[in-house]
């Protein structure tokens, strides 16, 4: 197989025994380790004995669902996490995302097109160029990857900080939801601008002081968003 980017260990929360299967064992072939659980129950309990580089997660799981499970690894964990969802079903994406999900993928799966996404995911978290930017407050460390407000750490997932490294690549100049659709998720589908605009949020509400009245991260009206710098 062509080195196309990191191969992951990757724990695997499905409830459909066939789809589990089939789906484990084409990513084995493309070159992944993955751990493959029933319920997100068992997810997290796999998760806490061995941490993966990454969680691909149904949303329809019994007992505690996909959703719930992002949610619960977010409270201690900047784990990258996928969510696979059904079809048409809008509003599971969008609580996803709020609830901490760097992306998904809708079912029935692709085996390649999973595999991008994994290994567009991991990109985003490894990458990072030596540069430390303050503004005001906020200070920005491009070599180390860490961001602090009034000295203490702001603790992101690597979707978040991605997102905050290129708005803040340019300050002041106003990025379509497009742009950074394609610069941080590597996405080229329109409709999937839902991701731009609920990190932003998640974004909002650690960086900011209101996140109602954001000073750092603006919205451009009809356009997207620019990083004020002030």
């Known amino acids: 197989m062509p080195d196309n980017g990191p191969v992951a260990s990757i724990l695997f929360v499905e409830d459909d025994p066939s789809a ?9 072939r493309l070159g992944h380790s993955v751990t493959s659980r ?10 806490r004995a061995r941490r993966p580089e990454i969680a691909v997660l149904d949303v329809m799981l019994p007992g505690v669902d996909g959703i719930e499970t992002c949610r619960r690894i977010r409270r201690d964990d900047d784990l990258p996490v996928i969510l696979l969802t059904a079809r048409g079903d809008d509003l599971d994406v969008v609580l996803g995302l709020e609830a901490g999900a760097d992306d998904y993928v809708v079912k029935p799966v692709e085996p390649r097109v ?27 460390d491009r070599a180390s990857l860490k961001v602090t407000k009034e000295g203490a750490d702001v603790r992101l997932t690597p979707t978040e900080l991605r997102l905050l490294l290129e708005l803040a690549r340019r300050p ?3 990025m379509t939801r497009q742009h950074l659709l394609a610069a941080v998720w590597e996405h080229t589908y329109p409709g999937d601008s839902r991701l731009v605009d609920a990190c932003v949020q998640r974004l909002r509400a650690k960086i900011e002081d209101e996140p109602a009245e954001p000073r750092f991260i603006e919205t451009v009206r009809g356009f997207g968003y620019r990083f004020a710098g002030r």
């Open 172 to 174: 002041g100049q106003a």
């Open 38 to 47: 029933c319920t997100g129950e068992a997810g997290l309990e796999a998760l």
């Open 114 to 140: 999973l595999d991008a996404r994994i290994r567009a995911v991991l990109r985003r978290a490894e990458k990072g160029h030596a540069e430390r930017s303050a503004y005001g407050e906020l200070v920005i």
């Open 20 to 28: 589990r299967a089939a789906l484990e064992m084409a990513l084995h």
